[in-house]
């Protein structure tokens, strides 16, 4: 079996129960294990994978991080991180202050647009003619490109 060893008295799960426990579809677990997110899991003599608690372990790892906004190429460093976190720490705590940097900065985008949202609902409340959220609209839509 390639990939890494299971005990065999260890519980193991069919990819169903696995994705039932971790929400998670058949897709995504076979894609994490195809990216190498995920080690290749054991397969059971019929060809079928076979998860062990620490494969449950690492999805759990997998969506906890999701859930922070990491990306999974920065799941996959946190993962290594993992086996060896006192050596890590520093690594760990640089991407930790990275990531939220970058969710401070959404979270400013994120105030922004609710001002000007609210705005331009004040405004439309007053509006006599025409619709100040279209015309506002319009005015922007090329300042991005």
Do not use: W
């Not at 390639?2 to 894609?31: F, K, M, P």
């Not at 994978?49 to 990491?70: K, N, P, T």
């Not at 007053?126 to 991005?144: R, V």
């Amino acid at each position: 079996m390639v990939g890494h060893a299971v005990s065999r008295t260890a519980r193991l799960y069919a990819i169903g129960e696995v994705a039932r426990r971790t929400g998670l579809s058949h897709d995504t677990l076979r894609y994490y294990e195809r990216i190498g997110l995920l080690p290749r899991v054991g397969r059971d003599p019929g060809g079928r994978r076979v998860y062990d608690e620490r494969d449950l372990s690492d999805l759990r790892f997998i969506r906890r991080a999701q859930a922070m906004g990491f990306t999974l190429e920065e799941i996959g460093m946190l993962l290594q991180m993992r086996a060896d976190p006192r050596r890590a720490r520093d690594e760990v705590r640089r991407l930790t202050a990275a990531k939220l940097a970058e969710i401070e900065q959404r979270l400013e985008e994120i105030r922004t647009l609710r001002d000007e949202l609210r705005l331009l609902l004040n405004l439309c409340r007053g509006a006599q003619d025409g619709c100040p959220i279209i015309e506002s609209l319009a005015e922007h839509n090329g300042d991005s490109a």
